[in-house]
Antibody, heavy 124, light 108 residues
Framework: QITLKESGPTLVKPTQTLTLTCTFSGFSLSTSGVGVGWIRQPPGKALEWLALIYWNDDKRYSPSLKSRLTITKDTSKNQVVLTMTNMDPVDTATYYC????????????????WGRGTLVTVSS | EIVMTQSPATLSVSPGERATLSCRASQSVSSNLAWYQQKPGQAPRLLIYGASTRATGIPARFSGSGSGTEFTLTISSLQSEDFAVYYCQQYNNWPGYTFGQGTKLEIK
């Protein structure tokens, strides 16, 4: 059974760096065809994809946020960490991590299982 | 960047009736499209991937169709637990995965 859980601060100040950790179980991020992504959702708004890390340590970022994001993995701890620099009140959102799986034999990935999310508020 | 447009923004349907939700891509995404259901205070749940393949455990009343730029999610006979917000997402084109703005399915 695959589970994912997000953790990190609930409140950050403007200009600070946010560090979120996704701790997962039920799969290994060293297995071919597996990835973990981050998606966020401002209150009452739509979903926005942020970043994705693959089993081979390849990484993809949202073009609009790429300069502020870093995604890393620690396979031994079953964790993926997302850092976002220069936080602003508009970054207030629920942040989700999700298990990503590739369509067999293709480079196309989708998110099949999600964590429950963690609400991050940016305020001074 | 591909823009995903969902319609309508809100859909009012009575229990037991059929609901049809639409999603349009600004350029072709082939069949690399997923649908998610989100209930208040919960994470999104994958319903459909590959435009028409139901995810594990998803009831048969949910069906997806379409390819290229036009997609549809149909719920054949609405149950009380189906009232939620539905999102489409393309995973075909870089840069980036993009989601639609969502359709809220409410009880009529």
């Amino acid at each position: 059974q695959i589970t994912l859980k997000e953790s990190g601060p609930t409140l950050v100040k403007p200009t600070q760096t946010l560090t979120l950790t996704c701790t997962f179980s039920g799969f290994s991020l060293s297995t071919s065809g597996v990835g973990v992504g981050w998606i966020r959702q401002p209150p009452g708004k739509a979903l926005e994809w942020l970043a994705l890390i693959y089993w081979n340590d390849d990484k993809r970022y949202s073009p609009s946020l790429k300069s502020r994001l870093t995604i890393t993995k620690d396979t031994s701890k079953n964790q993926v960490v997302l850092t976002m620099t220069n936080m602003d009140p508009v970054d207030t959102a629920t942040y989700y991590c999700a298990h990503a799986i590739a369509v067999a034999g293709t480079p196309y990935w989708y998110f099949d299982l999600w964590g429950r999310g963690t609400l991050v508020t940016v305020s001074s | 960047e591909i823009v995903m447009t969902q319609s309508p923004a809100t859909l009012s349907v009575s229990p037991g009736e059929r609901a049809t939700l639409s999603c349009r891509a600004s350029q072709s995404v082939s069949s690399n499209l997923a649908w998610y259901q989100q209930k208040p205070g919960q994470a999104p749940r994958l319903l459909i991937y590959g435009a028409s393949t139901r995810a594990t455990g998803i009831p048969a009343r949910f069906s997806g169709s379409g390819s290229g730029t036009e997609f549809t999610l149909t719920i054949s006979s609405l149950q009380s637990e189906d009232f939620a917000v539905y999102y489409c997402q393309q995973y075909n084109n870089w840069p980036g995965y993009t989601f639609g703005q969502g359709t809220k399915l409410e009880i009529k």
